[in-house]
DNA sequence: CTTCTGTTGTTTTTCATTTAACAAAGCTAA
DNA sequence: TTAGCTTTGTTAAATGAAAAACAACAGAAG
């Protein structure tokens, strides 16, 4: 059942590929500035703790291949990568939810992929509306919808306190968003249409406590070489 | 090749559901407080964007069992995750920077969860060191070694500027922390005796991305009931 | 009392992802 | 030039998780 995925980027990924490619693409970034041109299925391995085959095994499945024993050109597996995940157009992106996260992100965000812009913000608070953070302006909830159809906005970060959650993506759903990307503790429902990623900090907090309880686990496989 | 996990939570769990665990005793706390004594596993499923079957299936794999079919008892099964999530002591946890993300982290986290308590956190900068954020202490980083033995801390929550994270994590590993939670954008190495979790914000942007454009997807399986 | 409906618990099957094994090819050095 | 080492690319096996199918059982309704 290998569907044909000789030109690139057509078949669709499995979820934890893309997860890693993300990934990959961030640490190969790195790289670049550090004046690295090439590297090597063991060390992009060993940044991500995870095994060589499977980042050749990745990177097979993007359709990249060099011939040289050099390791892999990172310019070019940027762009590989680059050509999957920010095929084409490029998104625009609202956080709805001003508060010490909803900041925080935004200013964790800025300016660090191209192809995916924060252009908007939204809060209740008279406060903090018509006033800049970061450099996003900051809308009344109000005009929420207004907004995301005027600025062709296709994805919302929510980080509304928890009693406003539901609503809230309520809200998102309506004005025809595609994605939303949750932060709250508040698990939502909204139209099969939309993509939802639920994303609770405390669940990952926990998962490392009981890891960290039952350590005869390792992070790191064995046969990592 | 059932290894008997007739007592509970003597048998490691796989993660995915370690995972799904912490995220249905949320929405059951969330179910207490709103006076629900029952819960049906479709109900759970909806909530979670997943189907019954697993549900159960998750239920079954702790151990936990009704012969009522009104459902699971709301407050058993949160104890029984609880006795499995939560198992035994209960874990110190320091915030290493106390920066936007950091301070949002810890006034996020507060009294969330009993067994897992933010008792210190830490920041080079001297206008912070000394101050309390959300009732935390902030300590000069030059005390993270002793504090971390002092106070018993095995999980440290990483939200330091990219460029001092290597530098953390050497400083948290040689402490003998035992599990990181990384939010920075930075691959680090531990020693194979920590367990790390990198929590890279981007990468889930993305993946958000990348689905909302591959949009044939659907984020509910349709045999959901 | 019996039947029917709706829900759980378990086993089996299917599927996807990871791991391993192997083949091919390029650089290096003798 | 050739032998050997290192790294990639591909195919095949094994593992692990999700889905489906089925069995059991409690309560409701007639």
Redesign the interface.
Known sequence: MDAKRSSRNLM??P?PT??RL??YR??LL?CLEQGKTHIFSHELA????NTAVQVRRDIMFIGYSTNQRKGYDVRELIDVIGS??D???S?N?AVVGM???G???T???LG??SK?DIVASFDVDPQKVNREFSGILCHPMSALKDIIREMNI??A?MTVPADSAVEVANLLDEAGI????NFT???V?VS?????????????????????????????SPSKI
Chains 1, 2 share one sequence.
């Not at 060993?46 to 703790?49: G, S």
């Not at 595609?178 to 990307?181: D, Q, R």
């Not at 639920?198 to 039952?214: N, P, R, S």
């Open positions: 669709k990924l979820e893309v997860e993300s990934e961030r640490s790195q060993t940044l991500h703790h999957i995940l095929s084409g157009k998104l992106i508060g010490n996260l900041s925080a992100i200013a964790y965000f660090k992929r995916m296709s994805i970060i595609k994605g939303i990307l503790s508040i698990p429902k099969p249409r939309v993509y939802l990623e639920d994303y609770d900090m405390i669940t990952f907090l926990e998962k490392v406590a009981y890891f960290v309880k039952h350590s005869t686990r390792q992070n790191v």
